[in-house]
């Protein structure tokens, strides 16, 4: 990711798949693990003004990667995909619980095993900021842990800051051209119903929210 990248700012969405305090494991064909993955699916209705603004970054991120003559990409290979695709015979189907009529995010953060055991060791800090609603008194947001009070979960609300970017790929390593979205910040907005069990500089990037639990009225920003 260099300067191709499209940065932008979802308020108020909705978390699937939330894997941003434990990351998943990423393994190759032998089965050894080559990275761990911060992810989250943003679950975007598909009559939000957000679907058309992610579809510009990703048009964007596309011409800044491949010019005037981009690859053609298969829906799999886009970060913003329908959670409702149709099945054999022409019927939208949900793909799991909380996307009917929805498109969904897919957004990752991707480190490496000797990264990911700084981290756990505190010698490095996570590479997606998690933190909660409002400042403390110094004027910073807190680093959330899964533990703490409004630490995001799947399918709570929150607002989440993103990196929209083409990848080439690389044949040698079977790695196809892709858009891929970059996980940068999550920050609590609202709690909501748990999907299964609960399993950038971010104090200038987000505004405290209020005490009383906004909503979506507040509108939608582009970062």
Not at 23 to 30: F, I, L, R
Not at 111 to 132: F, N, T
Request: hydrophobic share 35%.
């Amino acid at each position: 990711m260099a300067d191709n990248n499209v940065e932008l700012k979802l308020k108020d969405v909705r978390l699937s798949f939330f894997h941003c305090f434990t990351p998943q494991e990423g393994k190759n064909e032998a089965g050894e693990i080559t990275r761990y993955n911060y992810t989250t699916n943003v679950l975007i209705p598909k009559d939000s003004p957000y679907v058309e603004i992610i579809k510009k970054a990703m048009a964007d991120a596309k011409k800044a990667t491949w010019g005037d003559s981009p690859p053609r990409l298969a829906p799999d290979k886009l970060c913003l995909r329908d959670g409702e695709p149709k099945d054999d015979e022409d019927i939208p189907v949900a793909l799991y619980e909380g996307y009917k009529g929805m498109y969904f995010l897919s957004a990752n953060r991707p480190v490496k095993p000797e990264e990911y055991a700084q981290i756990k060791q505190g010698l490095k800090k996570r590479p997606v900021s998690i933190i909660g609603p409002r400042k403390g008194p110094d004027g910073k947001f807190k680093q959330l842990a899964e533990t703490d009070e409004f630490a995001p979960f799947s399918g709570s609300y929150a607002n989440v800051i993103v990196r929209i970017y083409g990848y080439k790929g690389d044949a040698a390593k079977n790695q196809p051209a892709r858009i891929n979205a970059s996980l940068e910040a999550v920050q609590w907005k609202r709690t909501g119903e748990a999907f299964g069990s609960r399993g950038i500089d971010v104090d200038s990037a987000f505004d405290e929210e209020d005490d009383d639990e906004a909503t979506a009225e507040d509108g939608f920003d582009i970062g």
